[in-house]
């Protein structure tokens, strides 16, 4: 279905899945997913951004015991883990600008590709920070962002209203 969407009907009808099938997801889907997540925008076109794979059961395990948010991880086929490079960044902080622009490139195209997604937050949260970057033994210039659970979809979502014009102000605050 996804596959037959027009770019704002993707932007519109992704939702986050929880819920998985068993099927393997290919490793063509995976690089053509990430491939999406490389061509965000980031500041100074730095690029300061790393994907970890995770298709080890065991990796998924881990995470699960540290947050307590990553159930989907259980039936995921793969997840992918969002990484900013500080060596990298255009300036202090930018890499979570730019990591959050990938990490929304991964969910729309794994989406248009028929694959169901979750986003798990990593960032800010110090304490998962540290455990995500000892079970992935990420080097200290290297911080974890998130976590995008992916599977093919066990579960259907329907559409919220999520539109709320009261939201957009026109030249200044207000009316």
């Given at each position: ?8 009907e993707i932007l ?44 080890e059961k065991e ?48 969910l729309l195209s ?66």
């Open positions: 279905m996804a596959n037959k969407l027009n770019f704002e519109l009808n992704r939702r986050s899945i929880r819920r998985y099938t068993p099927q393997k997801i290919s490793p063509e889907i995976i690089t053509k997913i990430i491939k999406a997540g490389m061509y965000a925008p980031s500041a100074v076109n730095k690029k300061p951004w790393h994907f970890i794979v995770i298709e990796k998924m395990e881990s995470v699960i015991k540290i947050h307590a948010n990553a159930m989907m991880l259980k039936e995921a086929s793969h997840a992918i883990l969002v990484c900013g490079d500080e060596k990298l960044q255009h300036d202090d902080g930018f890499w979570i600008a730019d990591c959050g622009a990938a990490t929304q490139n991964i794994a989406f248009n590709s028929g694959i169901g997604s979750c986003w798990i937050g990593i960032y800010p949260r110090e304490q998962r920070m540290k455990a995500v970057s000892d079970i992935f033994n990420l080097p200290e210039h290297v911080r974890p962002f998130a976590l995008v659970a992916l599977g093919y979809p066990a579960e259907e979502k329907k559409f919220p209203e999520r539109f709320e014009e009261g939201k957009i102000h026109y030249g200044k605050w207000g009316e």
